[in-house]
């Protein structure tokens, strides 16, 4: 799964995914720069001091920096064909917005830069349609989704993103081959001077994010990035003196996961203690098959616990004496903090 980082130049775009990363990326420029970060969970910490296992392992989440897009003299964004061929290739986007003054001492613009992409995706899903919709009106058939593309160009034609559209299941199944832009998942990232890093995000920018279907959060990436080299015992005191509870990092990872519509399930024990990612709504037998092939295809039960059942009671013996742990068969679907043992035979 992944999630990509695009916005206009100059925004701190490599910058913010430096902080976040760990890594010392140089600017995209024409190329991608790729990084996988672990997604902090306090359930698996709690797990990991029960069991002490040898190996703690957490969900990750991959992300990639894409070279930016262009901006022309009327501060549109320019979205060339490798630009978008780029984008498509993401799982979700994550929009780096300046919220500094630039270079010039030019204030920053952030909802009128957004309303700018937005509008750019939105085209660049238009220009698809058209081009899918001229050839199936010389062709037989697909009837269901010559009428679905032509009910979704009078949206895209007034600007609105297709992620706001309220989509059923079945249409996004049937429309998840073109890749849309403006269907992808986003989460706008503002990026902000130290100085305005415990501030909330600006009211403008919210209404606009809200009315492309996306969430939105502020960080500072230099601050971030300071952050990221303290020692982890100075990291609390540093953010308290900044009325921070918690790193913007922390948020930000956890809103990239939710935006890919990811759960964790857990497995414990001496060996190991994880966290393993699977799309919401996914089932055990399929969850199984995460773990290994083998025991999706002998797959048997899976014993079930749920993490709050598991840290109040304080051990598995107790959860089954109290009747919390449960069998569940191949088409239980996994909750996001369910502790799982799979049993299967092979």
Same mark, same amino acid.
């Given at each position: ?39 902090? &969970?306090? +359930? ?20 990639? &920096?894409?070279?930016?897009? +262009?901006?022309?003299?009327?501060? $549109? ?10 984008? $498509? &290739? ?107 890093? =415990? ?21 500072? =990436? $230099? ?11 100075? +990291? ?60 999706? +295809? ?37 909750? &996001? ?10």
């Amino acid at each position: 799964m992944k999630v990509g980082l695009t916005g206009f130049p100059g925004a701190g775009k490599t910058t913010v995914f430096n902080a976040l990363t760990g890594l010392h990326a140089e600017r995209a420029g024409s190329g991608l720069n790729l990084g996988v970060i672990k997604v902090p &969970d306090a +359930r698996v910490d709690a797990l990991a001091r029960i069991y002490e296992p040898r190996k703690t392992t957490y969900a990750e989440v991959s992300f990639v &920096d894409f070279p930016p897009a +262009r901006s022309a003299p009327e501060r $549109r964004t320019v979205l060339d064909a490798v630009t978008v061929g780029q984008l $498509r &290739d993401a799982d979700a986007l994550v929009e780096v917005v300046r919220g500094f003054p630039d270079l010039a001492g030019a204030p920053p613009t952030p909802a009128a830069d957004l309303e700018s992409f937005a509008a750019e995706l939105v085209l660049a899903d238009l220009a698809v349609i058209e081009k899918r919709l001229e050839r199936l009106r010389k062709e037989k058939g697909h009837e269901r989704e010559r009428a679905l593309l032509e009910r979704l160009v009078p949206s895209l034609e007034t600007g609105t993103p297709l992620r706001t559209l309220g989509l059923a299941p079945e249409e996004r199944t049937l429309l998840a081959g073109f890749a849309f832009l403006s269907l992808r998942p986003l989460l706008v990232v503002l990026n902000v001077p130290e100085t305005a890093a =415990a501030a909330p995000l600006p009211g403008e920018v919210a209404a606009r994010a809200r009315a492309e279907g996306a969430e939105a959060m502020a960080l500072s =990436a $230099r601050l971030e990035a300071e952050i990221a080299e303290l020692e982890p015992a100075d +990291r609390d005191a540093f953010l308290a003196d900044l009325s921070l509870n918690e790193s913007a990092r922390a948020r930000f990872i956890r809103a990239s996961y939710a935006l890919l519509d990811l759960v964790s399930f857990l497995t414990v024990g001496e060996d190991e203690c994880r966290a393993w990612p699977i799309r919401r709504g996914t089932t055990a037998v399929k969850a199984a098959g995460k773990v290994h092939s083998d025991i999706e +295809r002998g797959f048997i039960r899976a014993e079930v616990i749920a993490y709050e059942d598991f840290v109040r009671l304080g051990s598995e013996a107790r959860c089954r004496e109290a009747g919390k742990l449960r069998l569940e068969g191949k088409d239980y679907v996994v909750q &996001d903090g369910d502790i799982i043992h799979f049993r299967f035979a092979v």
